[in-house]
């Protein structure tokens, strides 16, 4: 099977997808389904493998969203890259609704996840120092000179557990923090893909300013909902624009980043002690740091 690209994102996404005639495939993970059934597609040439984050009808809040699933689910389907997308708020007055942010830090805020596939063991701790691939950002980063988008080609994302928005106060020590965007659910599954020794970048999709900054208190709360909206529309716009530029440079930039053997390090614990039942439920990740057969 030949390297795919995975896409992690809403609904306007993978309408595109939909229209280039992508077929649903079913997959099965030993942490159960994934958000919604894969959809492959080719995609101005590329190959990829798309996932709706927070399934049909957005019925998954961002602290239920099977994350392991999803990741899991590319990995079996032969991704080795992922472009991700999710709506945030803007922490910065230059960062404006409908702009694009290829973010390269994060703040994990989150607690109610589970944020590892090796709960269970082995003990691995893969290096997160840069949480996104550098590699898939700098191609984005030259994909969006090509666009008449506002990229802004750093930020560092402030990930909340939700599903309620931040208070003025908690805002106000997001931006003092060093945050320049926040959302709800760029991990665990940055992390998840990083374990899976998949290459992981987010496009965060500014719908707002966050309530650091107070609305025009004239406006109507209707009329503000309406603009969040048609602001993530054209953000969402603007990202499938940008993706589709990636996909076009992303063949010629085979440069190593080391995400595909974060693994190689990262187990600490002694592979002769492994369970046998354990080491065969995660060969899809292990299985090429371990020597002999798993009896599978």
Known sequence: MSPRIGIIGGTGLGDELARR??????????????????????WDGAEVVFISRHGPGHRFNPSAVPYRANIWAMKQLGVSAILASGATGSLRE????????????????????????????????????????????????EAGGKTQTTVHHAGTYVCMEGPQFSTRAESQMHR?????????????????????????????????????RPPDPHRRHDDLLR??????????????????????????????CGCHDALRLAIWSDKKSINPDLRRRLDLLVGRYFEGPTGA
Request: charge should be negative.
């Open 21 to 42: 005639g992508g077929e649903a495939v079913s997959v099965d993970t030993p942490f159960g389904s994934p958000s919604s059934a894969p959809i492959v597609a080719a």
């Open 94 to 141: 230059d960062i404006e609704p409908g702009h694009l942010v290829l973010c390269d830090q994060v703040i994990d805020k989150t607690f109610r996840r589970e944020s590892t596939f090796f709960d269970a063991g082995p003990v691995t701790h893969v290096e997160f120092a840069e949480p996104f691939c550098p590699r898939l950002r700098a191609v984005l980063a």
């Open 176 to 212: 003092a923090w060093g945050g320049d965007v926040i959302g709800m659910t760029c991990m665990p599954e940055a992390k998840l893909a990083r374990e899976a020794e998949i290459c992981y970048t987010l496009i965060a999709l500014p719908t707002d300013y966050d309530c650091w």
């Open 227 to 256: 603009e969040i909206l048609g602001n993530l529309k054209r953000a969402t716009d603007n990202a499938v624009a940008l993706m589709r530029e990636a996909l076009t440079i992303l063949p010629s930039r085979q440069g190593a």
